[in-house]
């Protein structure tokens, strides 16, 4: 193994399957939710998307149900 390499000449690949694991959509959230997430993205460092992302897939993986009521 060298003992240095050159990084300035290497390209980055882009990964071939990437489009293939998330879908993009579009939705319709209230102001106060994103503002919520971004605000949540700020203080942990991450993508407000991300975040979002995160968070549903969570309530996907364990199956969580809305409960509500209407009075």
Not at 10 to 21: D, E, F, H, Q, T
């Amino acid at each position: 193994m060298k003992k240095e390499y050159d990084f300035e000449k290497m390209k980055g690949v882009r990964n071939p399957y990437a489009s293939a694991l998330k879908k993009q959509i579009t939705i319709r959230l209230n102001a106060s939710t994103i503002e919520y997430f971004k605000a949540l993205s700020e203080k942990n460092g991450i993508p407000y998307q991300t975040l979002m992302d995160s968070y549903l897939t969570d309530c996907a993986v364990h199956k969580r149900e809305l409960k509500m009521e209407w009075k």
